[in-house]
Every structure is written in structure tokens, then in C-alpha cells.
Nanobody, 121 residues
Framework: QVQLVESGGGLVQSGGSLRLSCAAS????????MGWYRQAPGKQRELVAT???????NYADSVKGRFTISRDNAQNMVFLQMTSLKPEDTAVYYC???????????????WGQGTQVTVSS
């Protein structure tokens, strides 16, 4: 089995910063793309940022210049550094990873349980 566990969410004032972490564990052969999504109340889940195993990144327009995604391949972790936070960034943040499990030959997408980020005005 594979698990993704997020940490680092919380309550922060507008203009503040937070760093989210996500650790993948279990019977992992390889991790390809990793990413962060978010879902605000009453809205659909949306892409925040993704990063390939080689470090190529992609960001939603709404977070460009404020958020930075990074990863530690040796530790099977992905991070999201969030700065200049705005009330509209309030959401549950989910990490995901495209993982090939040991003994298998297909890639499956796994999701974490989510971590709440609340930005007060």
C-alpha cells in the first residue's frame, strides 16, 4: 500500500506565509509527477502546482510568483512554500503523486487526506 500524508496547514493572516509538506510512504518503486491541488468550500478542486521528477514546475496563474513547489526525491516528499497569502487562498490543500508500486508496472495517482489552510483578512 501507499500513503500520502500532508502537514503544515493552519491559520495565517493575509500577507503571511506557510509551508506545506507531503510525505509518500509504502511499497514505492518510483514516483513521477507530484502536485498540489486545493478545494475551497462550494468550489471544485483546482490545480495549484505540479513538479516532475526532473524538477520541471507548473503553476496556476493565481499563485504564480507567490507559491513555490519543490520536492526531495530521496525522501519521497513534495513541498509547497506559500507567501503573500490572500483570503482567497483559503482551502483544503491536497497533495498527489503518480506512483509505481513495487512489483507493479502501472502508474497510479494517489492523494493525501488534505490539510486546511485558512487566511484571515
Amino acid at each position: 500500500q501507499v500513503q500520502l500524508v500532508e502537514s503544515g496547514g493552519g491559520l495565517v493572516q493575509s500577507g503571511g506565509s506557510l509551508r506545506l509538506s507531503c510525505a509518500a510512504s509504502g511499497s514505492i518503486f518510483r514516483i513521477d509527477d507530484m502536485g498540489w491541488y486545493r478545494q475551497a468550500p462550494g468550489k471544485q478542486r483546482e490545480l495549484v502546482a505540479t513538479i516532475t521528477s526532473g524538477g520541471r514546475t507548473n503553476y496556476a496563474d493565481s499563485v504564480k510568483g507567490r507559491f513555490t513547489i519543490s520536492r526531495d526525491n530521496a525522501q519521497n516528499m513534495v513541498f509547497l512554500q506559500m507567501t503573500s497569502l490572500k483570503p482567497e487562498d483559503t482551502a483544503v490543500y491536497y497533495c498527489n503523486a503518480d506512483i509505481i508500486r513495487r512489483g507493479f508496472y502501472i502508474t497510479s495517482r494517489y492523494w493525501g487526506q488534505g490539510t486546511q489552510v485558512t487566511v484571515s483578512s
